[in-house]
T-cell receptor, first 113, second 111 residues
Framework: NAGVTQTPKFRVLKTGQSMTLLCAQDMNHEYMYWYRQDPGMGLRLIHYSVGEGTTAKGEVPDGYNVSRLKKQNFLLGLESAAPSQTSVYFC????????????FGDGTRLSIL | DQQVKQNSPSLSVQEGRISILNCDYTNSMFDYFLWYKKYPAEGPTFLISISSIKDKNEDGRFTVFLNKSAKHLSLHIVPSQPGDSAVYFCAANNQGGKLIFGQGTELSVKP
């Protein structure tokens, strides 16, 4: 049981390049989330999804797009990477948005030069 | 505007002693609080939670206390072990199902 898997684990981009981060969960969870973690700021919600085919904006959505074409996958895209997007990105999933804890992947460390 | 705050970036404790990690929040509508533990190069893992209708929840060595009037929660680890050394995040559920995280506190338990 892999839980939440993120690919890639590391990536270095140049300013202006685009890329997609993949999150896959095998727990049949309805809800999925993308966060970024920056020093001294905890985890901040970028976008989330309440089910297949749905997406919604979180706290810091600018510069990112997401898609949830399949229930088990949640993709995070950077159309034109900027140095301010250098961060560690975490994906999470949960079955219930109320009192169920979210399960996290191990993160993607992204550097934008 | 930081709705969930962990004002201590780091904490150092001797093995066997109690570790107390603190968290303050500003929004009285938060209905559920969680603590996550994070090791380097890994994702956060759920540790313990508490509903806003309770003031204490205990799970083995870990106890979370909630003081709603003070908008404060704390995590107690007794006894502390070197394997507890990690970054601890508190998080609050804003009823909309989205978690608001604190900045984290790095706990170091020394043998």
């Amino acid at each position: 049981n892999a839980g939440v898997t993120q690919t890639p684990k590391f990536r270095v981009l140049k300013t202006g390049q685009s890329m997609t981060l993949l999150c896959a969960q095998d727990m049949n969870h309805e809800y999925m989330y993308w966060y970024r973690q920056d020093p001294g700021m905890g985890l901040r919600l970028i976008h989330y999804s309440v089910g297949e085919g749905t997406t919604a904006k979180g706290e810091v959505p600018d510069g990112y797009n997401v898609s949830r074409l399949k229930k088990q996958n949640f993709l995070l895209g950077l159309e034109s990477a900027a140095p301010s997007q250098t961060s560690v990105y975490f994906c999470a999933s949960t079955q219930n948005m109320g009192n169920q804890p979210q399960h996290f992947g191990d993160g993607t460390r992204l550097s934008i030069l | 505007d930081q709705q969930v705050k962990q004002n201590s970036p780091s904490l150092s404790v001797q093995e066997g002693r109690i570790s107390i990690l603190n968290c303050d929040y500003t929004n009285s509508m938060f209905d559920y609080f969680l603590w996550y533990k994070k090791y380097p190069a890994e994702g956060p893992t759920f540790l313990i939670s508490i509903s806003s209708i309770k003031d204490k929840n205990e799970d083995g060595r870990f106890t979370v206390f909630l003081n709603k009037s003070a908008k404060h929660l704390s995590l107690h680890i007794v006894p502390s072990q070197p394997g507890d050394s990690a970054v601890y995040f508190c998080a609050a559920n804003n009823q909309g199902g989205k978690l608001i995280f604190g900045q984290g506190t790095e706990l170091s338990v020394k043998p």
